[in-house]
């Protein structure tokens, strides 16, 4: 089975930009779809953005539609989320999923990855 490790996390201004990675184990990774999902202090936990096991197709939450943009190299075993325009609504915890299709059930999941985006 996959494992998923996040990295990239941090503190970072409005408007500024970060990148968080997530580095698989595991030979089946090409097989799952990915996604990454944020949990912000005391609310649920939400879908940002996923990708296809192709990378052929991405999909994004309306908030972050033209701001984020999530990618997938299955020779390296990772995948990515470019932040940019970072608001201070999109301080989270961010994790990184894996599933048999974007849409969920997510079956193994990172540890996750803390974004504070300061006003």
């Known amino acids: 089975q996959v494992r998923l490790v996040e990295s990239g996390g941090g503190l970072v201004q409005a408007g500024g930009s970060l990148r968080v990675s997530c580095a698989a184990s595991?030979?089946?990774?090409?097989?799952?779809?990915m996604g990454w999902l944020r949990q912000a202090p005391g609310k649920e936990r939400e879908f940002v953005a996923g990708?296809?096991?192709?990378?052929?197709?991405?999909y994004y939450t309306d908030s972050v539609k033209g701001r984020f943009t999530i990618s997938r190299d299955n020779a390296k075993n990772t995948v990515a989320l470019q932040m940019n325009s970072l608001k201070p609504e999109d301080t989270a915890v961010y994790y990184c999923?894996?599933?048999?299709?974007?849409?969920?059930?997510?079956?193994?999941w990172g540890q996750g990855t803390l974004v504070t985006v300061s006003a």
């Open positions: 595991g030979r089946t990774f090409p097989r799952y779809d």
């Open positions: 990708i296809s096991w192709s990378g052929g197709s991405t």
């Open positions: 999923a894996a599933g048999a299709t974007v849409a969920g059930p997510y079956e193994v």
